[in-house]
């Protein structure tokens, strides 16, 4: 894999793909190198892809991926069953189960890592 910025959810799996591959790499030889530099790109694509922040939760996450990436509160109740489940887990009245994180996960691209945290109450 040459390295590249990543620009693209496919340029980030396939970064993350190589990444696993380099894992352990001796430090200072070419594939540390390597490994190290594709570290720094993946955080940095990541942090602009998904803002997290330590105010940020699951929903200011799918908020922003509706918001701002072009997802839609339909094809979210898509993904956990209902229009009304969706709305709930918007209104931070219910809870993402780990089955709706992997379809969230799966469908939009956003790492599980970032949807499993608490969700603030709804004040």
Known sequence: MDIRLIRNDDDHAAAVREIERLWGAEVGTADGDKLDVLAMLVEKYEEERWPDGDTSDPVDLLNYAIDELGHTQAELAELLGSRSRASEVLGRRRALTVEM????????KIPAELL???IRSAA
Do not use: E, G, H, L
């Open 101 to 108: 994180i992997r379809k969230v996960s799966a469908a939009w």
């Open 116 to 118: 499993v945290r608490p």
